[in-house]
């Protein structure tokens, strides 16, 4: 089955640092890869998306290219601030499932000033 | 700006209670979802919806039931609360499968 694998947190960073959090998946066929943002005491929100390979989803400085021969899904941004503090999940549709998305466990980030 | 709702956002109940989340969305969208969030964060699928009179159990085994009357409303009840039940419940929304997922703010749950 269809499955989502990202780097395990806490991450803590200094503001402007660089941020990556890995995402690698499994998915028979060609999902859709997504990133959502959960920030504290809220429900996620759609980061940003894309739905085939070497497409580039981007918002608000955050990065990530769906790259089918590493199977991978890397959030990026060059210069994180403190309100980006919040819980990350990487997510895929498609492939083996047809009725839902599949999320990684999701990854924390506090960024200090 | 995404509009779904889930009230109440939080509540504190005893043992044995019955309760009722509730959650509207006004975009007019049939998928519907329920998920469990527990405290490290992972989110476990509990409950979805097609659309009106359908709906299915997820991935996560949940003694929790749904009914799906009238599109825009996905209520999740729990007959008698335990403090296993404990956890924060999330609604979501889509226009179809493979969209984007709109998500509600969240109940937070706690049983005594």
């Known amino acids: 089955g269809d499955s989502v694998t990202q780097m395990e947190g806490p991450v803590t960073l200094s503001e402007e640092a660089f941020l990556t959090i890995n995402c690698t998946y499994t998915?028979?066929?060609?999902?859709?890869l997504f990133w959502y943002v959960q920030y504290p005491g809220e429900g996620l929100q759609l980061l940003l998306k894309?739905?085939?390979?070497?497409d580039k989803g981007s918002n608000k400085g955050f990065e990530a290219t769906y790259r089918k021969e590493t199977t991978s899904f890397h959030l990026e941004k060059g210069s994180v601030q403190v309100s980006d503090s919040a819980v990350y999940f990487c997510?895929?549709?498609?492939?083996?499932?047809?009725?839902?998305?599949?999320f990684g466990k999701g990854t924390l980030l506090t960024v200090n000033p | 700006e995404a509009d779904i709702y889930q009230t109440p956002r939080y509540l504190v109940i005893g043992t044995g209670k019955k309760i009722t989340l509730e959650c509207s969305q006004t975009?007019?969208?049939?998928?519907m979802y329920w998920y469990q969030q527990d405290p490290g964060m992972e989110l476990h699928l509990i409950h979805y919806?097609?659309?009106?009179?359908?709906?299915e159990k997820g991935d996560l085994s949940s003694e929790s039931t749904v009914s799906r009357i009238r599109t825009e409303h996905f209520p999740l009840t729990l007959e008698s609360a335990r403090p296993s039940h404990t956890s924060q419940y999330l609604c979501?929304?889509?226009?179809?499968?493979?969209?984007?997922?709109?998500f509600g703010p969240g109940t937070r749950l706690t049983v005594l």
């Open positions: 979501a929304s889509s226009e179809g499968y493979a969209d984007t997922q709109y």
């Open positions: 998915a028979t066929g060609y999902p859709s």
């Open positions: 894309a739905t085939k390979a070497d």
């Open positions: 997510a895929l549709f498609g492939g083996g499932s047809n009725y839902k998305l599949t």
């Open positions: 975009m007019g969208h049939d998928k």
């Open positions: 919806s097609y659309g009106v009179n359908s709906t």
